[in-house]
């Protein structure tokens, strides 16, 4: 009884509780975008380099065509320009992950193999000025204990953008000598997906390709601000952890008449 009484009371403190008033205000730290900027770009004949076997397999084809081009990586360095105040540069260098068919001499079937390519871009933004330091004390996993790291002054960058569209892809016969070190630049980690390093000298032939992406490039801030708060964000709807058969589920979902007949406009004919 006593238990019983105890939760009735609980439950009667928040049933009548009184809602945060409407112009009731609370401090939150929150990213703040200083300047942002959208920008498309055609990037013309990029080399694709491979692991040491798929090179081989390059230098047997005789056709090759681009299945597939995905952001891979990307590396950001932020730096303050002199005399303009308040301005950044943000170098922003792309890794690109190729998946290439390859139609091979005397060869019926296709081989599929992966390789890398890279391009840089730079932007100016406007970052706004501050002249303290930043500690943050969240745990990372670098560190043994919570350390108190600080990322100076600068505003950090973020980068979003589209899976990129592949435009053109050539085959070329040429030295395999090339001055570009996307093995020594791409991160460890993701070298390992090409069999821990890139074949960027050697082999007779060479894939290019021209692709076209669309980017937005933002520099935030930590900021503290005040917002209006009607309420806490509380769950709608309770956890449901009953055991449901996948005909249950496959009774729910709607029959998908589009996918047997085609949509029809609203004048009759079809589109």
């Not at 609980?10 to 300047?35: L, Y």
């Not at 979003?160 to 040429?174: C, G, S």
């Amino acid at each position: 009884m006593a238990n019983r009484s105890w939760r009735d009371g609980a439950h009667q403190s928040v049933r009548h509780r009184k809602p945060p008033e409407m112009n009731q205000a609370v401090c939150v730290d929150v990213g703040r975008v200083f300047d942002s900027c959208s920008d498309r770009d055609c990037v013309e004949d990029l080399a694709v380099f491979f692991s040491v076997a798929d090179q081989a397999v390059i230098d047997d084809a005789v056709d090759v065509r681009v299945k597939k081009a995905s952001i891979l990586a990307t590396c950001i360095d932020v730096d303050e320009l002199p005399l303009q105040n308040g301005c950044y540069s943000c170098k922003l260098t792309f890794f690109v992950e190729v998946t290439v068919e390859v139609q091979q001499a005397c060869e019926c079937k296709c081989t599929t193999v992966c390789g890398c390519t890279m391009f840089e871009k730079t932007v100016v933004l406007y970052g706004g000025e501050s002249s303290v330091q930043v500690f943050d004390g969240e745990f990372r996993s670098e560190c043994h204990s919570h350390c108190e790291l600080t990322n100076g002054n600068r505003p950090r960058c973020q980068v979003q953008i589209a899976e990129p569209v592949v435009l053109e892809t050539r085959l070329a016969n040429e030295c395999g000598c090339c001055s570009c070190c996307v093995g020594k630049r791409l991160p460890p980690r993701y070298l390992e997906r090409f069999g821990g390093q890139l074949a960027e000298n050697g082999g007779t032939k060479r894939v290019y390709v021209t692709l076209g992406v669309f980017t937005i490039v933002q520099l935030v801030r930590n900021a503290q601000m005040m917002v209006p708060m009607i309420g806490y964000c509380l769950p709608c709807k309770e956890c449901n952890n009953d055991e449901v058969s996948p005909c249950d589920v496959f009774r729910t979902m709607s029959f998908p008449t589009e996918e047997f007949f085609p949509p029809v406009c609203k004048d009759g004919q079809k589109r």
